[in-house]
């Protein structure tokens, strides 16, 4: 078997890796690099050319591949750094993506969306497996911070290959039960290609419980404000957007989701009955004005839940922030940003002038009522402990996290030169 390392093996992003046994090739993801681009939630990918994304750099080179016959597509969540590039490359490869129905159906909505519309066909997978010739594919679900995200488990005759995309091990969230300890147990795993994004951090990743909880005790510490609140998380948490609509209805406030991309996930979320709470939901630039129009004098009626927690130019946050709207922040109005700040240096200027905008209007700006969805060095180590890999390949990272995972093995008595192989993008080795 050989394995690719196609992208997310020098930074975090744009990840792909494949599989080839007897000729035949399967990939694992096929997203996106968010950065090289600039682009907010709200940003139509599918406006940019293809040929202008490889000039970024924002999607992966599949030069390696080519001549090779592609039998699928596996993906692990619906995260557009992990199916964002699906779309420009599927047609050429004519073959089947597979993954579970939630981040399936965000891809189908993709495909439709580029300026040629993409058809592919979509297999839909859960408690069963699906053969491609010598590859048996089927998923574990795992806790991240985006709903039906999976442990990719790839049967082949050499043993397993597991993949982990993005996970953290969560005993607490609402919309996905930890993961199966007893099913990885049953697993003859030969390859572990693992997600190394947080393995530097000491410990464990708290639990999505502890998010609910700070955002629970600062909003009733605020239940009695008569001021505006405005929240802003990452559009694809839709179990953090869930903690804020509840708490916002339990301090007599009415949730209202303003952007394009959060009424997407949230609304396919509640098309698909995993969430039962409806809510109103603005997407269109005229609705959202028109909405902020009316409740900029009644604001202590509603809770307004916005897109650009990353500071996105275009995104509803940065427009009411620079005037563009016609609800007006003042003194004493709260701003709550339930987002990390995503590590790289456009990211962070972006936010620190959208902070600083909003503290020059006098507004009370709360931080970090947050917790990452990604798995920190103890959940590694349960991980890598459960499995005993034969090899272990670190993924999705910049070197140092390619290198600290690395480490950790080391610690767990793996090889560095035989069981632990560290690639940078394009690399490719024989198992």
Do not use: W
């Not at 009626?301 to 003042?330: C, H, M, N, W």
Request: net charge positive.
């Amino acid at each position: 078997m050989k394995v690719y390392s196609l992208g997310g093996y020098e930074e975090v992003g744009r990840n792909m890796t494949a599989l080839e046994l007897n000729g035949k090739v399967l990939i694992l993801d096929l997203g996106i690099r968010l950065d090289r681009i600039m682009i907010g939630e709200d940003t139509n990918i599918q406006n940019i050319p293809t040929k202008e994304l490889n000039r970024l750099g924002a999607i992966p080179d599949i030069t390696p591949l080519k001549g090779k016959e592609v039998v699928g597509i596996v993906i692990s969540h619906g995260h557009l750094d992990h199916i964002g590039a699906i779309s420009r490359f599927v047609g050429n490869f004519k073959c089947p993506v597979i993954g579970r129905p939630y981040p399936l159906r965000l891809l189908a909505s993709m495909l439709k969306e580029e300026v040629k519309p993409v058809k592919c066909p979509l297999f839909e997978i859960y408690d069963s497996s699906i053969v491609i010739e010598d590859f048996e594919i089927s998923m574990i679900p795992v806790t991240h911070s985006i709903p039906q995200s999976s442990f990719v488990v790839v049967g082949t005759p050499e043993g397993d290959v597991v993949f982990t995309g993005d996970y953290k091990l969560d005993n607490h969230q609402k919309l996905q039960k930890p993961i199966s300890f007893k099913k990885l147990k049953q697993l003859d795993t030969k390859l572990l290609i693992i997600d190394s994004t947080n393995v530097a951090m000491e410990g464990i990743t708290p639990s999505e419980k502890v998010a609910r909880t700070l955002l629970t005790d600062y909003l009733t510490m605020i239940e009695d404000s008569k001021k505006g609140i405005v929240a802003t998380t990452f559009s694809s948490q839709i179990e953090r957007v869930l903690s804020i609509v509840n708490q916002s209805e339990k301090i007599g406030r009415k949730p209202v989701l303003l952007g394009k991309s959060l009424c997407k996930y949230y609304g396919l979320a509640l098309e698909m009955g995993l969430v039962k709470k409806n809510v109103q939901m603005l997407r269109k630039r005229d609705a959202i004005n028109a909405f902020l129009k009316d409740v900029n004098n009644k604001k202590k009626d509603y809770l307004i839940l916005t897109t650009g927690s990353q500071g996105e130019k275009e995104a509803v946050l940065s427009r009411i922030v620079d005037d563009k709207t016609p609800y007006r922040f003042e003194n004493q109005d709260s701003v709550i940003f339930s987002a990390s700040i995503i590590p790289n240096p456009l990211n962070k200027a972006a936010r620190y002038t959208l902070e600083t905008k909003l503290k020059m209007k006098k507004t009370s700006v709360v931080r970090d009522l947050h917790v990452s969805g990604h798995a920190s060095k103890e959940e590694h180590r349960k991980i890598i402990r459960t499995l005993s890999p034969e090899i272990v390949m670190p993924c999705h990272g910049y070197p140092d996290m390619l290198i600290s995972m690395a480490d950790l093995c080391y610690e767990e008595g793996y090889d560095l030169n035989d069981q632990v192989i560290v690639q940078r993008n394009g690399q490719s080795f024989v198992t």
